[in-house]
């Protein structure tokens, strides 16, 4: 059974940091980009940074580049999203998802992902 289990949420002053992981199972991890991905409250979900586990390339939305940093430990098969300088406009439920694609044209998309975990919430008061 595939799981993506995300963890590290809470609440956070503007400028503070947090760091946000998602632990894989079920599936070949060394295989697959795992994506962080956001939803704020009445709004789409929205694509936040990839990192691909068969080379280590790291790809971001530009409103997070600069602040939030993605890594992965193959070995844990564990994706992190580290969160600095937090904005208010961060605040959402951040998802890890599992996509077998690694082209960069494709990562930043919802359906380029098979594998989702349940989400963890994010608040950042300003």
């Known amino acids: 059974e595939v799981q993506l289990v995300e963890s590290g949420g809470g609440l956070v002053r503007a400028g503070g940091s947090l760091r946000l992981s998602c632990a894989a199972s079920?599936?070949?991890?060394?295989?697959?980009?795992l994506g962080w991905f956001r939803q704020a409250p009445g709004k789409e979900r929205e694509w936040v940074s990839s990192?691909?586990?068969?080379?280590?390339?790291?790809y971001y939305a530009d409103s997070v580049k600069g602040r939030f940093t993605i890594s992965s430990d193959n070995a844990k098969s564990a994706v992190y999203l580290q969160i600095n300088d937090a904005d208010p406009e961060d605040t959402a439920s951040y998802y890890c998802?599992?996509?077998?694609?690694?082209?960069?044209?494709?990562?930043?998309?919802?359906?380029?992902?098979?594998?989702w975990g349940q989400g963890t919430p994010v608040t950042v008061s300003s």
């Open positions: 998802a599992g996509s077998y694609s690694s082209f960069p044209a494709l990562i930043h998309l919802r359906t380029a992902y098979t594998y």
């Open positions: 079920g599936f070949t991890f060394e295989d697959y980009t």
């Open positions: 990192i691909s586990s068969k080379d280590g390339r790291t």
